[in-house]
């Protein structure tokens, strides 16, 4: 499990800054959206702490569909990469 939570915080933080960036959000207005302190979400944009199912939840209910489809498919297209690379 442990190799799935590490590549979906890989997956998923370099997507925050320019999600939030192209929308014209500061730091301060997404960790409001996300109903989390400022420092706990600048610290989810720098990677150094992962999505908790709530925040990833929160976070998709941003999304229009299309794009919360698009995440997630690219989620499952990397996960069987990385089983099939731990196969081999």
Known sequence: M??????????????????????????????????????????????????SATTLLLFLCLLPDEEILEVVKGFLEGVLRLEEHEAA
Do not use: I
Not at 10 to 35: H, S
């Open 2 to 51: 442990r190799v799935y939570k590490e590549f979906a915080r890989a997956y998923l933080t370099p997507r925050l800054r320019p999600w939030r960036k192209e929308r014209g959000f500061t730091q301060e207005k997404m960790a409001e959206k996300l109903r989390m302190s400022s420092r706990s979400y600048a610290e989810l944009e720098r990677g150094e702490s992962g999505f």
